[in-house]
């Protein structure tokens, strides 16, 4: 349905005991990019005026979200056995709302990702040399992106009128990712760098063979 491509570099590592007392390992990505090719990515939400009664209305605001400053986050987070299980138990608990890796996008709206890595695959994430490579990290959507409308409620409209509940910022809204890829990738600056050194050693290369006579 959509697809996204972010590019990731510079991640902070956490390892720590959740709510829960279960220890938990992310890696989290403060400053990730959208691929320009993905181009604009539209999303429009419905924001409320912060009246009630007969002055309440709403109006609605489209924003580029593949635009810098619009990417909040992306979190990967370690599937270890213990998450595993408690995975688990909230499908069990909740049959229609199963967990799943996601979106989510807030009022402003900007977009954090949330993922799950198997242990095999996390520890490959720690070994990168961030300085000399960079990871790209394809989502599939089950919803697209682009021209996606998050509307207020109508209860809540209903509400807001009536002045029943506080005026808040639009919920959170949710994307479900059906399947998601990584690729690491060379910093073009240090590819060029290879490369250089590898045409010197060619060059050189050439003249020990012409210095020797083959």
């Given at each position: 349905?959509?697809?996204?491509?972010?590019?990731?570099?510079?991640?902070?590592?956490?390892?720590?005991?959740?709510?829960?007392?279960?220890?938990?390992?992310?890696?989290?990505?403060?400053?990730?990019?959208?691929?320009?090719?993905?181009?604009?990515?539209?999303?429009?939400?419905?924001?409320?005026?912060?009246?009630?009664?007969?002055?309440?209305?709403?109006?609605?605001?489209?924003?580029?979200?593949?635009?810098?400053?619009?990417?909040?986050?992306?979190?990967?987070?370690?599937?270890?056995?213990?998450?595993?299980?408690?995975?688990?138990?909230?499908?069990?608990?909740?049959?229609?709302?199963?967990?799943?890796?996601?979106?989510?996008?807030?009022?402003?709206?900007?977009?954090?990702?949330?993922?799950?890595?198997?242990?095999?695959?996390?520890?490959?994430?720690?070994?990168?040399?961030?300085?000399?490579?960079?990871?790209?990290?394809?989502?599939?959507?089950?919803?697209?992106?682009?021209?996606?409308?998050?509307?207020?409620?109508?209860?809540?409209?209903?509400?807001?009128?009536?002045?029943?509940?506080?005026?808040?910022t639009p919920d959170i809204h949710i994307v479900a990712i059906s399947r998601y890829?990584?690729?690491?990738?060379?910093?073009?600056?240090?590819?060029?760098?290879?490369?250089?050194?590898?045409?010197?050693?060619?060059?050189?290369?050439?003249?020990?063979?012409?210095?020797?006579?083959?």
């Open positions: 349905m959509g697809k996204l491509r972010f590019l990731l570099s510079n991640p902070e590592h956490y390892i720590y005991t959740d709510h829960e007392g279960f220890l938990r390992e992310e890696v989290v990505f403060n400053a990730p990019k959208i691929d320009k090719d993905c181009g604009d990515i539209l999303v429009s939400r419905e924001y409320h005026n912060k009246q009630h009664g007969e002055n309440y209305g709403t109006h609605w605001e489209t924003t580029s979200v593949a635009r810098e400053g619009h990417l909040t986050k992306v979190t990967i987070w370690h599937r270890t056995e213990i998450l595993d299980s408690a995975i688990r138990k909230w499908n069990e608990r909740n049959p229609e709302d199963k967990w799943t890796d996601q979106i989510q996008i807030d009022w402003m709206p900007s977009l954090e990702v949330y993922v799950t890595l198997p242990s095999e695959y996390f520890s490959r994430l720690l070994r990168i040399n961030w300085k000399e490579q960079f990871l790209t990290l394809t989502v599939d959507t089950n919803q697209p992106l682009n021209g996606l409308k998050i509307p207020i409620m109508e209860e809540d409209k209903n509400a807001y009128r009536e002045g029943k509940i506080a005026l808040q890829r990584f690729e690491i990738k060379c910093i073009p600056e240090y590819e060029k760098k290879l490369s250089d050194e590898s045409s010197r050693l060619n060059i050189l290369s050439r003249l020990l063979r012409f210095a020797v006579g083959r």
